[in-house]
C-alpha cells in the first residue's frame, strides 16, 4: 500500500487489509513515494479512525518505497496516479510494472492530511471497500 508520506492513507490501507486478510497467508506493508515522515508514527487522525473500526495502526513506522518492494511483494496498490507514476519510474521490469495499480482501480484515494477527521472517515470507507472487492475477487 503506498501513498505519498505513509502516514494517512497508506497506513489506514495497510490496517484494513491486514484485518480483512486475516484469513490468508499473507504479508500486508505500507510505503511513501516520499522521504518526509520516514520512521513516524501515522497521522493521529489516522490512527483515531482506524481505532474507531477497531484497527490499531498505532505500531506502524513510515518508510519509503524502494525497488526492492517489487521483489518482497506481489501486488503494490498506490492511492492516486502521481504516486503510480512515482512507483512506475523505480520499476526495472514489466513484471515489476504489472504489479503496481491503483487501489481504486481507475479512481484516486483523495490525500486527507489538510482535512478534518472527516476526510479520514470518507478515506477509511474507500479503502475498506476496496480491499473488500480486492480479497472477495481472491476467493472466487
Excluded at 42 to 61: E, F, L, M, V, Y
Aim: glycine residues 6%.
Amino acid at each position: 500500500m503506498v501513498c505519498l508520506g505513509n502516514i494517512c492513507r497508506s497506513p489506514l490501507a495497510h490496517g484494513i487489509f491486514e484485518h480483512l486478510s486475516k484469513d490468508f497467508s499473507i504479508t500486508v506493508d505500507s510505503a511513501g513515494t516520499a522521504n518526509y515522515h520516514a520512521g513516524n508514527a501515522p497521522d493521529p487522525r489516522s490512527i483515531k479512525t482506524a481505532a474507531a473500526k477497531g484497527i490499531n495502526i498505532a505500531n506502524q513506522k513510515a518508510r519509503q518505497f524502494i525497488a526492492a518492494d517489487f521483489v518482497a511483494f506481489d501486488y503494490i496498490f498506490v492511492m492516486d496516479q502521481e504516486n503510480l507514476n512515482n512507483v512506475l519510474k523505480l520499476a526495472e521490469t514489466e513484471s515489476d510494472r504489472k504489479k503496481v495499480r491503483l487501489l481504486l482501480g481507475s479512481d484516486e484515494v483523495e490525500d486527507p492530511y489538510y482535512g478534518g477527521d472527516q476526510g479520514f472517515e470518507i478515506v477509511f470507507d474507500k479503502i475498506e471497500k476496496a480491499c473488500k472487492n480486492i480479497i472477495e475477487s481472491w476467493n472466487q
